[in-house]
Structures are given as C-alpha cells and as structure tokens.
C-alpha cells in the first residue's frame, strides 16, 4: 500500500493487521503525523519518510516488534 500525504499537514493513518515493508509512507512536506494501529506483529518504520510524529496504539497483551 502507499500512502501519500498532501503538501499541507496531514495525519496518515494505518488500522489494524501488521505494518510492514508493504506499506510506503511519504508525508509529502507539511506537518504530518502517522497513526498506526497494531493489532499484532512487528512495525517497520524503514518505509516511512517525511512524517514528523508518529503515534503507536498498541492492543492489549501482544508481544511486538518496532524496527526504526
């Protein structure tokens, strides 16, 4: 999936499952903010550029992973 944001500010947002390297995020100039909701499983940032917050929901009692 890509996600590509707007060049004002935006927050992006990923829901449930795994975010993963099949995710490219680009914030796209702006103040932008990447919500990622983790179900389970691991989130890798690597694919993430131009985003200046980002905001992990963590559901209960899941063993996870953050690879920055």
Do not use: M, Q, R
């Not at 935006?10 to 680009?26: P, S």
């Not at 903010?33 to 690597?46: K, M, N, P, R, S």
Request: glycine content about 10%; overall charge negative; proline content about 1%.
């Amino acid at each position: 999936h890509n996600i590509t944001g707007s060049s004002s500010n935006d927050t992006l947002t990923i829901k449930g499952g795994t975010a993963n390297a099949a995710y490219t995020v680009d914030g796209n100039g702006g103040t932008d903010t990447l919500e990622i909701d983790i179900a389970d499983g691991a989130v890798d940032l690597d694919p993430v550029s131009d985003v200046d917050t980002v905001t992990l929901n963590i559901a209960e009692n899941i063993a996870s992973c953050i690879v920055l």
